[in-house]
T-cell receptor
Framework: NAGVTQTPKFQVLKTGQSMTLQCAQD?????MYWYRQDPGMGLRLIYY???????DKGEVPNGYNVSRLNKREFSLRLESAAPSQTSVYFC?????????????FGPGTRLTVL | QQPVQSPQAVILREGEDAVINCSSS?????VHWYRQKHGEAPVFLMI?????EQKGHEKISASFNEKKQQSSLYLTASQLSYSGTYFC?????????????FGKGTKLSVIP
């Protein structure tokens, strides 16, 4: 069981470039999440997918798009990267969305936008 | 709105105890606690649910005061391995019920 995996681990982009962060889980979870973590800010939810076929905005969705490709995979796309998107991005999953379901996090992608 | 954690940072010697608090201005369905070591992913510790149910690590204890909208994490007889940043995450009724809103974290350092 790999749990939650993310690729790439590190990425450097120039302003205006695009990229897709990949996330996959092998725990047969229904719900998946994308967070960003900035120094001193904690974790902030970008988008989530409560179940396959659905996606919803979180707290900070501007500048991002997501795709729930299938039950296992949930990708995050930056169409035109900006320096403000320099951050560590974590993908997480839980068995179900809703109250009381613990989330399992991937190892993170460290993104720098120059 | 982000829950407020206190203290922001604490240094302990091995064997000492600590309490980390999490306070919300909104009603809560539940409070989650996670620990993150430097350069790693957050790891689940515990969930406390409205109504008193808890699930998580046996060696971790926490409380949830629904009326005060507060939770506290109790770390007793601390070990070096307890070092890291502790985050609480809250689930609030109404505003996106599938969303966890995390506090800014409490950095715990345990020294020999």
């Amino acid at each position: 069981n790999a749990g939650v995996t993310q690729t790439p681990k590190f990425q450097v982009l120039k302003t205006g470039q695009s990229m897709t962060l990949q996330c996959a889980q092998d725990m047969n979870h229904n719900s998946m999440y994308w967070y960003r973590q900035d120094p001193g800010m904690g974790l902030r939810l970008i988008y989530y997918s409560a179940s396959e076929g659905t996606t919803d905005k979180g707290e900070v969705p501007n500048g991002y798009n997501v795709s729930r490709l299938n039950k296992r995979e949930f990708s995050l796309r930056l169409e035109s990267a900006a320096p403000s998107q320099t951050s560590v991005y974590f993908c997480a999953s839980s068995l179900l969305a809703g109250v009381g379901n613990e989330q399992f996090f991937g190892p993170g992608t460290r993104l720098t936008v120059l | 709105q982000q829950p407020v954690q206190s203290p922001q940072a604490v240094i302990l010697r091995e064997g000492e105890d600590a309490v980390i608090n999490c306070s919300s201005s909104k009603a809560l369905y539940s409070v989650h606690w996670y620990r993150q070591k430097h350069g790693e992913a957050p790891v689940f510790l515990m969930i406390l649910l409205k109504g008193g149910e808890q699930k998580g690590h046996e060696k971790i204890s926490a409380s949830f005061n629904e009326k005060k909208q507060q939770s506290s994490l109790y770390l007793t007889a601390s070990q070096l391995s307890y070092s890291g940043t502790y985050f609480c995450g809250t689930e609030n009724p109404g505003a996106g019920s599938y969303q966890l809103t995390f506090g800014k974290g409490t950095k715990l350092s345990v020294i020999p």
